[in-house]
């Protein structure tokens, strides 16, 4: 995927690239010049991503398929990259799932396949991408946290605690890398109109049902321009943010309350 015609243009990957968010921030990479390398499970959907962004905007574009949840993924993908000479100038950390439902009750293997998702991948992709954009002495990180990382989620439990590792892990290493001309930053969305509530079934949530939710590109747009700006924490409206917020200073078990009614299903 070397492009001989222009070198200096960067390359971004982004994970969970299929739709959503993640295909969103894709196609506003592409629409600005960059090439992409776009990773997701399903490689049909992948395949033609890549294909329509690079006929649309004409980037060079790759799709890689892999399950990133799975242990060696992170590597098996760092070589990839290697064999084909590709240095990666973005990172979009978007791939994750939520589940839905009291922990107890929940199958525990999706909840720890979660956590390696949600955080695990994360961390090891950022991990191994982080210092040769250092070394280069440019480079940002796009981690896609939640207004979920600002409180404890009862029903959503292992999700908003994952999201909460997302936005602390970006913010200290944010500072760790000041001065280096590498930025990273922590995205953190309300709920928006996607297939992400589909997959953790919970549709019928008060926090789902009934509302007018922003699409995925208002969203992804807000993301974008906060990466490209290198903030640190970016929030996708006024309302998220002081919602957000004013959980620091209220009662921590009376915040647990609130959100567990706004969490529980509708009748």
Partial sequence: MSNPTNPTRQT??????????????AELLAKTGHDLVLVARSAAKLEGVAQDLSQKYGVQTLALSSDLSAIGAGKALLEELRSRELDIDILVNNAGF?????????????????????????????????PSMVKRGRGRVLNIASTA???????????????????????????????????????????????FQDRADMQESKLIKGRKLPSALEVARVGFEGMQKGQVVVLDSMFNYVQAQSARFLPRRMVTKIVRGVQERSH
Wanted: charge should be negative; proline fraction near 2%; charged fraction near 15%.
């Fill in 149 to 195: 990382a600002f409180q404890s989620g009862p029903l959503m439990a292992v999700y908003y605690a994952s999201k909460a590792y997302v936005l602390f892990f970006s913010e200290a290493i944010a500072n760790e890398l000041e001065g280096t001309g590498v930025t990273v930053t922590a995205f953190c969305p309300g709920a928006f109109s996607s297939g």
């Fill in 98 to 130: 939520a589940s839905y439902g009291k922990f107890h009750e929940n199958n525990l293997d999706a909840e720890i396949n979660m956590v390696d998702l949600n955080i695990r991948t994360l961390t090891e992709l950022t991990g191994l991408l982080l």
């Fill in 12 to 25: 971004a990957l982004i994970t969970g690239a299929s739709g959503g968010l993640g295909l969103e921030l």
